[in-house]
């Protein structure tokens, strides 16, 4: 079997497994969250490298999104303080990639804009969230490696 088709079957296989989980077993995790951050693992290049880069960066743009969240409420909610508050986080997530481990940029841009685009009631949420996309970090660099030893053995 070529790598492009165990890789196909390893990620067709894992996200089955992946929503059966996280719907029907631990419902406060996000499939959608997950399955972003498992598009980033591949996208900051995979590997190990990958997994460290997409995890890092997602988190850290949780962090971002999560501050400017709790920002906004106290210095008014109005829709300047969001437009600054944006501004300065995604000064902040750029300038931060000068840090080898932060440096995927478009991963913490993800990171927050799934922040921003879930719900979050509690601190459980965001925590919640958190795991999703650090789990999906790691079903990347699952997949990968699944793909890697089938693909060799054939």
């Not at 880069?53 to 999560?66: H, Q």
């Not at 303080?81 to 997530?93: D, K, Q, T």
């Not at 459980?124 to 990968?144: F, K, Q, R």
Request: aromatic residues 10%; charged residues 5%; contains cysteine.
């Amino acid at each position: 079997m070529d790598m492009l088709m165990a890789l196909a079957v390893s990620i067709g296989v894992l996200i089955a497994v992946w929503t059966y989980i996280a719907v029907g077993v631990v419902a406060q995790l996000s499939v959608w969250a997950a399955i972003v951050a498992w598009g980033c693992f591949f996208a900051a290049g995979g590997k190990m490298q990958g997994f460290q880069k997409t995890v890092a960066a997602n988190v850290s743009g949780l962090i971002y999104a999560f501050i400017a969240l709790q920002l906004v409420g106290l210095l008014g909610g109005s829709s300047a303080v969001l437009a600054i508050l944006v501004g300065v986080i995604a000064f902040l997530m750029v300038l931060q990639s000068r840090i080898a481990l932060l440096s995927f940029i478009p991963g913490a841009f993800i990171g927050a804009a799934v922040t921003v685009g879930s719900k979050h009631d509690t601190a459980t949420d965001y925590v919640m969230t958190a795991v999703s996309l650090i789990l999906g970090g790691l079903l990347g660099y699952v997949s990968e490696a699944l793909a890697g030893a089938v693909a060799k053995k054939a």
